[in-house]
């Protein structure tokens, strides 16, 4: 009776992933996240009837405090990120990354990512500095560069 | 009555779960979420672990889910976001997971539970009761010892009582970090879109 419940596991751990691989939404992102960690609590316990072992119980408690946790800051980032884009879609909060890869789209482009142009399909290193060829400045309306600029 | 409520349980999380991915709604998931929370609780009270099952509902199907559907009636978009990642590759994606069901499947399959596992009366051992003292003392007429709340507040505040402490640290670092997070400076105040 504990093989059917670790397959459980298996499956919702794998429908978790595959929610956070493919979602968009923020919300949608951390409610598979949060699946992926019951699925995996539910193993411990299922360990812990096997093993008749409390340390599996009691680590299953140390999830659910690690899971608030994560919820209440996530949760806190969600609402800061509203603030600023008011949007609560993730590709939307890219500031960190290769500014040569980040093309800000509007909310509702549709065709994101747009096609890669011939001259920079490969990977490239972020160039130091001050966005030296004015991309941030002059495409995007909110991204940190310009709004320091302005 | 076990394995029923087992399957039963495990049918209910899946569709749920199946619900969660699929849903466009984010209130919507959240709902299926908090189902497949209650289906896991339930399988928690099949598994003898009962105040697992309760800490559960109350922390995620209560606190989070909550917390949950609070910040998005507090973030009421004008256009709901693109639902599905543009960039990600959809079927690759669920080949790659129903690999990784497959994989773990093949692993559970193949996994053996441990020679201890035996009915409440004890009758059906199946281990070598020679070669395990802890087997022989089952067959000795020892039952099981019953997982009761007593029981694991004593594990939890006597050997595990380091973690327990450095959880409860963590949550209170959490919510000091998740106050100064979502706490709006001054400028964002007044201008709203722009960053201080």
Redesign the interface.
């Known amino acids: 009776?504990?093989?059917?419940?670790?397959?459980?596991s298996?499956?919702?751990?794998?429908?978790?992933?595959?929610?956070l691989?493919?979602?968009?939404?923020?919300?949608?992102l951390?409610?598979?996240m949060?699946?992926m960690l019951?699925s995996v609590?539910?193993n411990f316990?299922?360990f812990?009837?096997?093993?008749?072992d409390?340390?599996g119980?009691?680590f299953?408690?140390?999830i659910?405090?690690?899971?608030?946790?994560?919820?209440?800051?996530a949760?806190?980032?969600?609402?800061?990120l509203?603030?600023?884009r008011?949007?609560?879609?993730?590709?939307l909060w890219q500031s960190l990354g290769d500014p040569e890869s980040i093309r800000p789209a509007p909310?509702?482009d549709?065709?994101?990512?747009r096609e890669p142009s011939k001259e920079n399909d490969g990977p490239s290193l972020a160039p130091a500095g001050r966005d030296p060829a004015g991309y941030l400045a002059s495409e995007s309306i909110?991204s940190?560069a310009a709004?320091h600029r302005g | 009555m076990?394995?029923i409520l087992?399957?039963l349980f495990?049918t209910i999380?899946?569709v749920a779960?199946?619900g969660?991915?699929t849903f466009r709604h984010?209130i919507h998931?959240?709902l299926s979420?908090a189902m497949?929370?209650f289906a896991?609780a339930g399988?928690?009270v099949?598994?003898?672990?009962p105040?697992?099952a309760a800490?559960?509902v109350l922390?995620?199907a209560g606190?989070?889910i909550i917390?949950?559907l609070f910040?998005?009636m507090?973030?009421q978009?004008?256009?709901?976001?693109?639902?599905?990642?543009?960039?990600?590759n959809?079927l690759k994606?669920?080949v790659i997971?129903?690999a990784?069901?497959g994989l773990?499947?093949a692993g559970?399959?193949s996994?053996q539970?441990?020679a201890?596992?035996v009915s409440a009366t004890g009758s059906d051992i199946t281990g070598d009761a020679s070669t395990d003292p802890r087997l022989s003392q089952l067959v000795e007429g020892q039952t099981?010892?019953k997982?009761t709340v007593a029981?694991?507040g004593r594990?939890?505040y006597t050997?595990?009582l380091w973690?327990?402490e450095l959880?409860?640290t963590?949550?209170l670092?959490?919510?000091i970090?998740?106050?100064c997070?979502?706490q709006?400076t001054e400028a964002?105040e007044g201008m709203?879109?722009?960053?201080s």
């Not at chain 1, 659910?64 to 919820?71: I, K, Q, S």
């Not at chain 2, 709203?192 to 960053?195: D, M, Q």
């Open positions: 009776m504990n093989q059917p419940v670790l397959a459980l298996a499956v919702l751990f794998a429908l978790g992933l595959f929610g691989t493919t979602r968009r939404n923020v919300i949608l951390f409610l598979s949060e699946l019951v609590s539910l316990a299922a812990a009837f096997a093993h008749q409390l340390g119980q009691v299953v408690l140390m659910l405090t690690v899971a608030a946790c994560e919820a209440a800051l949760l806190a980032l969600v609402v800061q509203y603030r600023m008011h949007s609560l879609d993730v590709q909310i509702e549709s065709t994101w990512p909110d940190p709004a | 076990q394995s087992t399957i495990a999380a899946i779960a199946c969660l991915v984010p998931a959240a979420f497949a929370v896991t399988l928690y099949v598994l003898d672990s105040y697992l800490a559960t922390v995620y606190a989070t917390v949950f910040v998005l507090f973030s978009q004008i256009r709901p976001a693109p639902f599905e990642s543009k960039g990600a959809r994606i669920g997971c129903g990784l069901v773990l499947l559970i399959d996994w539970p441990p201890r596992i099981r010892p997982s029981s694991l594990s939890m050997r595990y973690a327990m959880a409860g963590l949550l670092i959490a919510c970090g998740a106050l997070i979502a709006p964002e709203g879109e722009n960053r």
